[in-house]
């Protein structure tokens, strides 16, 4: 069973610069066909300061801490256990490329059911920009099977 103490426990905040080319080949790679998310003229023309950043493309931000694996180290879980049950997103604005963000994960919750052969870890994370205002909320649930 993983150690509900860790319930509530922080990682060091980390910041992330959001890069137009990445922008680009993510908005091409997942099928954006709005030349906003690929085009600068247009963005601007859109009446963004530059490339919106995608949905989704947060997580693969997120991705970019120092040690990705963190959470799953603390909580000594076995990565060939763990599946990814759930992932959500709640925008509060949108980021362009040139931004700052900076990501505080934080665990939220660890419960289990079917008699503890599953156990649920769900991390939140914070986003802001360089001026400290809120971008989004993450929310992703981890499945850990046990037996």
């Known amino acids: ?4 103490r860790h319930i509530g426990h922080e990682l060091p905040a980390f910041t992330v610069a959001v ?3 990445r922008l680009r080949f993510f908005a091409r ?4 066909a709005d030349p906003v998310y690929t085009d600068e003229a247009a963005a601007q023309a859109a009446g963004h300061a530059s490339l919106p950043v995608p ?3 947060l997580f693969c931000l997120e991705m970019e801490s120092p040690n990705p694996a963190a959470i799953r180290e603390l909580l000594d879980i076995d990565y060939r256990r763990i599946l990814h049950g759930e992932q959500g997103f709640t925008y509060h604005r949108l980021a362009h490329a040139g931004d700052t963000l ?3 994960q934080r665990i939220e919750d660890i419960y289990d059911k079917k ?3 599953l ?10 920009n360089q001026r400290h205002e809120p971008v989004a909320d993450l929310r992703c649930v981890t499945v ?4």
Do not use: K, L, W
């Open 102 to 104: 900076t990501f505080r």
């Open 144 to 147: 850990v099977r046990h037996g």
């Open 55 to 57: 949905p989704t493309f």
């Open 1 to 4: 069973m993983i150690d509900r």
């Open 19 to 21: 890069e137009r080319g």
């Open 115 to 117: 008699n503890g052969a």
């Open 29 to 32: 790679a997942t099928g954006q």
């Open 119 to 128: 156990e649920f870890v769900v991390r939140r994370t914070q986003v802001s």
